[in-house]
């Protein structure tokens, strides 16, 4: 019989399941059982599992439909034969002997269940943190006993935090709520502790959870998602009045769970603000209906603000920002969702508006300015060095581009021939920096230049959304002129994506840790959606974006001639000789920063060993334009910009051939990335000396000799 059964539930985490499988084979545990309940069947089949994680002793169970992830749980429940039963997510991992030890204690201590904590994978960021909620509240090893006597068990959050002895879980009948299709855990978790005979908490972190972009804890709530975490705290709140009624737990346990509720309402969902701003839409009438049966007639004495449970809790408003109970607001919020009134609830929680900075002193000028906002890899350096090589003579034709904050000449990239063009700009944007806007507007008085075109790619971030706050501080600071147009060069999709990939990864960008299949099923979703990106711009600068077909333009071999249509700039302006093209990076140097990201997650050191590398001698021969990915993803990523932007594009002047892309994909040969050359890891090597990569050592910094 198994010592201990893994279940993972998968759905479509390709990039991360080898991982997380090889995670638990490593930690060598004889008798492991590693379960995977496929539940896309739609999209996978058992093959296409086992050929992302390998044939090694791990069983494979396949839903006929999409049931969710807690069924999914319970499919891989009902065959598994461990003594013990631990869940993994499918995008997460354990740590070197995490798993290992976590089933040391639990034998040691002989509990039902065993809690370990976790650290978290910032995907955005690109680095791991290890202080959570989890490590704050059960830091401490110990066996702690049932949950009245560990009363803080009771806001555990996720199963994949515990370790089950099977037979309890029998004996409890621990299982998922199928019809909880997300937010399923803590339900789950509360059955758990209330029925645990026994609770030890190892205090030590023995997995990573990926904080991913696109996962449901992270994405905004929608009708679904409000109803399914409602329909969570109904039930938890439920669960917990019904052990007080039969006497298994005192009454104070239910009090906790109710104001636990509350300030879950209050701080962190969207229900009450939903139902406040629309109070006649079905949905809110259900919503409003349900929260007043759920919370009751129930009130709050004032010392329940001083109960030494509560107290330890962390709770947040919405985007992680930092939330305290204050008893006076609480007592008023709940006192309006009981009498029905969620306007006013809404209001006690209403944040005040963040003001945009105060509009930059309106300077008229009498001329018209381009705004050549990006994107990313559609040949904004070589515009940029076009325009910087001519620059004197466009003046003598009304064209300025100007020197102030141009930092071509101060900027050092990590790879020899990037450029960020007016980025000085952008920067004095976000720091409101009026010296340099005074400059700006200085320089372009004394031009007497009739179009002022500002060039920088990163006003546009293709992987976050679009803030309109950001983007209303870039319209104060360009103010003043007679008429504003906003351009953006766009790219067929799977090769701008692949490029964009390999400037991030190779510049030491966070974001890009893992691979370039892992950052586009991050990013996918926001990167390819052209209306989320550019209507704030257009909104705020009341003009539609000109959108220059990149692909049709070097075809035609005039990606400068489109430019300048674009621009509205005379179509005879000569085009400056010399190359000013970023080089691709090849894939066995993607490959090379891809292994810097793992290795090195202090950014500045990480950039330093970058820049090195790339200046050092060193050509490892392989086709630099390969794409990275196989054909069939990047005709998902075609089809996808398709769904999400064809119909802006289209209004905008942009009809590619969207059918013609993905059958040019289709046809064209591709064959994977190849080991990475010896010659590569060398130059590496080197870059880490001659960058003075230093590592962290106890007692201090050892350089690398």
Same mark, same amino acid.
């Given at each position: 019989m198994p010592f201990v059964s893994v279940i993972v539930p998968f759905f479509d985490d390709v990039p991360y399941l080898r991982l997380a499988v090889d995670s638990v084979r490593m930690q060598a545990?004889?008798?492991t059982e590693i379960i995977i309940v496929n539940d896309n069947p739609a999209r996978f089949d058992a093959a296409a599992i086992r050929a992302i994680c390998g044939d090694d002793g791990v069983t494979i169970l396949e839903h006929a439909e999409n049931r969710g992830p807690a069924a999914a749980r319970n499919t891989g429940l009902d065959v598994a034969q461990g003594d013990y039963v631990v869940y993994l997510d499918a995008d997460d991992y354990y740590l070197d002997g995490g798993l290992r030890e976590h089933l040391q204690f639990a034998q040691e201590t002989g509990a039902d269940i065993t809690h370990a904590p976790y650290d978290v994978l910032q995907m955005r960021q690109n680095k791991v943190e290890n202080k959570t &909620?989890?490590?704050?509240?059960?830091g401490e090893r110990g066996l702690r006993g049932r949950l009245v006597d560990f009363p803080e068990a009771q806001f555990m959050p996720f199963t994949s935090s515990l370790l089950f002895r099977r037979d309890f879980i029998e004996r409890a009948n621990?299982?998922?709520?199928?019809?909880?299709?997300?937010?399923?855990?803590?339900?789950?978790?509360?059955?758990?502790?209330?029925?645990?005979?026994?609770? +030890?908490?190892?205090?030590?972190?023995?997995?990573?959870?990926?904080r991913r972009i696109g996962s449901l804890t992270s994405t905004p709530e929608d009708d679904g998602k409000r109803l399914l975490a409602l329909g969570l705290m109904e039930k938890c709140l439920a669960l917990m009045a019904a052990e007080v009624e039969s006497g298994r737990l005192p009454p104070v346990f239910f009090r906790?769970?109710?104001?636990?509720?509350?300030?879950?309402?209050?701080?962190?969902?969207?229900?009450?603000?939903?139902?406040? =701003? +629309?109070?006649?839409?079905?949905?809110?009438?259900?919503?409003? =209906? &349900?929260?007043?049966?759920?919370?009751?007639?129930?009130?709050?004495?004032?010392k329940i603000f001083n109960d030494p449970v509560l107290t330890r809790l962390s709770y947040r408003k919405v985007k992680g920002e930092p939330a305290m109970i204050e008893p006076g607001l609480f007592q008023k919020f709940h006192s309006a969702l009981r009498e029905g009134d969620f306007a006013a609830a809404a209001a006690v929680t209403a944040r005040t508006p963040r003001k945009l900075p105060a509009p930059a002193v309106h300077v008229p000028v009498s001329a018209r300015l381009v705004l050549h906002i990006g994107a990313h890899k559609t040949g904004t350096t070589f515009v940029q060095g076009n325009?910087?090589?001519?620059?004197?003579?466009?003046?003598?034709?009304?064209?300025?581009?100007?020197?102030?904050?141009?930092? =071509?000449?101060?900027?050092?990239? *990590?790879?020899?021939?990037?450029?960020?063009?007016?980025?000085?700009?952008?920067?004095?944007?976000? +720091?409101?920096?009026? =010296? *340099?806007?005074?400059?700006?507007f200085d320089e372009i008085a004394r031009s007497g230049a009739e179009v002022v075109v500002i060039s920088c790619e990163n006003i546009l971030r293709p992987l976050v959304e679009t803030a309109p706050k950001r983007v209303g501080m870039i319209d104060n600071f360009f103010s003043g002129f007679t008429r504003r147009d906003l351009v953006v060069g766009l790219r067929r999709p799977d090769i701008w994506a692949d490029r964009l990939y390999r400037e991030l990864v190779c510049n030491g960008l966070g974001g890009t840790r893992g691979s370039a299949e892992a950052f586009y099923h991050e990013f996918s979703g926001i990167m390819f959606d052209l209306p989320s990106q550019l209507a704030p711009f257009e909104d705020q600068f009341g003009t539609r974006t000109k959108l220059i077909n990149f692909d049709a333009a070097v075809s035609a071999g005039r990606l400068w001639g489109a430019h300048l249509d674009a621009f509205g700039l005379p179509p005879d302006l000569p085009e400056a000789s010399g190359s000013w093209r970023n080089p691709i990076p090849s894939r066995s140097d993607v490959a090379a920063a891809e292994l810097v990201h793992y290795l090195v997650p202090e950014p500045d050191a990480r950039r330093a060993l970058l820049h090195a590398f790339f200046r050092l001698p060193g050509v490892d021969g392989a086709r630099s334009d390969a794409p990275l990915l196989p054909p069939e993803a990047r005709v998902a990523q075609i089809e996808m910009a398709r769904r999400m932007s064809e119909h802006f594009a289209a209004e905008r002047g942009h009809t590619p051939d969207w059918d013609g892309w993905i059958a040019a994909v289709r046809a064209e040969p591709w064959q994977p990335p190849?080991?990475?050359?010896?010659?590569?890891? &060398?130059?590496?090597?080197?870059? +880490?000396?001659?960058?003075?990569?230093?590592?962290?050592?106890?007692?201090g910094v050892l350089p690398v000799d």
């Open positions: 545990v004889a008798g &909620r989890e490590g704050m509240l059960f621990c299982r998922f709520d199928p019809t909880q299709r997300g937010v399923e855990d803590r339900l789950c978790v509360l059955q758990a502790v209330t029925s645990a005979g026994s609770i +030890a908490t190892l205090g030590k972190p023995v997995r990573v959870y990926r906790r769970e109710l104001f636990h509720t509350i300030a879950r309402l209050m701080h962190g969902r969207s229900h009450v603000r939903e139902i406040a =701003a +629309a109070p006649e839409s079905s949905h809110a009438k259900e919503l409003s =209906a &349900r929260i007043r049966a759920m919370l009751g007639d129930k009130t709050f004495g004032p325009l910087r090589q001519t620059r004197s003579d466009l003046v003598k034709r009304g064209i300025l581009f100007p020197e102030t904050g141009d930092m =071509a000449e101060d900027f050092d990239p *990590v790879r020899p021939g990037g450029s960020p063009g007016h980025q000085g700009l952008l920067n004095a944007v976000m +720091a409101g920096d009026d =010296a *340099v806007r005074a400059a700006l190849g080991p990475l050359p010896l010659s590569v890891l &060398r130059r590496l090597a080197d870059a +880490a000396q001659v960058g003075g990569l230093t590592v962290q050592a106890q007692g």
